[in-house]
């Protein structure tokens, strides 16, 4: 593999950024720091490779969308396949990628998982012809892979450490997501060693990469201070692809104890902030609206995972007007929501107390509740809405 690698070799300590975090282990119940996030100079992160460059120059003839001109597209795209994850077994130690059309139709498994490895959240390329994912297993760290439309070309992208890296160890690379021009993937990175009675990771945070697994640049430093306190996950890009929102759990030792709650950056680094109320429990992916003015995310009850009670909500990306899509209080499970590239529609995630999720849509509203899959066996969610590929 060729091009330039840009991996902390060492964690820095970055005093200007005073939140800490740390990750869980795959299957470990997880939640992270609390304190307040500073600004950090892209100088500061890129400081092991000045000139290194963090967003690959547009190939000859193309160039990068203005925010303007990503605003005006979204009327225009017409909606693809929803991908989603699905368990292939009872005691959910296998699972999926699978694609369905948005009517319920032409279901269709599109990874070949081992047996007990997890395929798991899939993201689209902006051109719909491309699926990125993170594999897990019970033996090795999760890592990112992509794999075509049709289920052709998978491949491993990575891993990005070179073997014996003094912060290569136990290093875990997932929740991969398309930059709205397809030369980036944004992803959560983990490393350090582990806290053996609370099966934590010492650190975790965002960075992002060429689709190729080259010119990796680090974005946040949450977790330098404060090892072992929380995971920082599922970065999610705005149309413009100037600021990414992200998920940042607390574990019993962070600040607040056992909270969630959405972060923003801007793709640059700079401009960290914390999004939503840490009482809300905002967590996993996040998904802006194709017309950038609104921030789609899931809340989640502390307890168990899938704990009933939650809801979905909207947010404008300065933090103001949130608002539930959903009806509450409830003792329904709500997973994961995704936009429709033309904005009209939301696929997101539902189950039932004691029942199994399956996939629904609705309008961008919250009105119009309509089932997409029906597998009573299997448990569906996770969907991401892709763009139709252009004929």
Not at 280 to 307: C, V
Not at 318 to 331: E, K, M, R
Request: charge should be negative; aromatic fraction near 8%.
């Amino acid at each position: 593999m060729t091009g330039t690698r840009q991996l902390p070799i060492t964690p820095k300590t970055r005093t200007r950024a005073r939140a800490g975090a740390g990750l869980l282990l795959a299957g470990a119940m997880l939640t992270g720091c609390g304190a307040e996030p500073g600004e950090i100079p892209l100088s500061e992160i890129r400081a092991e490779t000045p000139s290194a460059t963090p967003t690959p120059e547009p190939a000859a003839g193309l160039s990068a969308p203005t925010a303007g001109a990503v605003v005006a597209a979204a009327s225009t795209r017409h909606n693809g396949q929803i991908a989603g994850r699905v368990f292939l077994d009872a005691t959910r130690t296998t699972s999926a990628v699978f694609t369905v059309a948005p009517d319920g139709t032409g279901e269709h498994q599109l990874t070949q998982p081992p047996a007990r490895t997890r395929d798991d959240h899939p993201d689209w390329s902006p051109d719909g012809a491309t699926l990125a994912f993170d594999r897990t297993d019970d033996e090795s760290a999760g890592r990112i892979w992509t794999i075509g439309a049709d289920g052709a070309d998978a491949r491993q992208v990575g891993p990005l450490c070179e073997t014996g890296a003094p912060d290569c160890t136990n290093e875990q690379e997932i929740t991969p997501a398309f930059s709205p021009d397809g030369r980036q993937i944004a992803f959560s990175r983990a490393w350090g060693a582990t806290d053996p009675t609370a099966g934590q990771i010492q650190y975790s945070d965002v960075y992002v990469m060429s689709p190729d697994g080259t010119n990796v640049q680090r974005l946040t430093f949450l977790t330098n201070d404060k090892p072992y306190s929380g995971l920082v996950t599922n970065p999610s890009w705005s149309p413009d692809g100037k600021q990414l929102v992200f998920s940042y759990q607390t574990s019993a030792t962070g600040q607040p104890a056992n909270g969630r709650a959405l972060y923003l950056v801007n793709a640059d680094g700079t401009g960290l902030r914390r999004l939503t109320p840490w009482e809300l429990r905002a967590g996993d992916r996040a998904n802006w609206s194709p017309d950038g003015s609104q921030i789609i995310f899931t809340t989640y009850p502390a307890g168990p995972e899938n704990t009933p009670g939650g809801g979905i909500y909207t947010v404008h990306p300065d933090g103001t007007a949130i608002g539930a899509l959903t009806p509450g209080p409830s003792d329904v499970f709500y997973g994961v929501a995704s936009y429709s590239p033309d904005g009209a529609s939301i696929a997101y995630a539902q189950a039932p107390l004691n029942g199994t999720a399956e996939l629904y849509t609705m309008k961008n509203d919250g009105s119009n509740a309509t089932p997409v899959t029906s597998t009573p066996d299997r448990w569906e969610t996770r969907p991401a809405w892709g763009t139709a590929v252009a004929p």
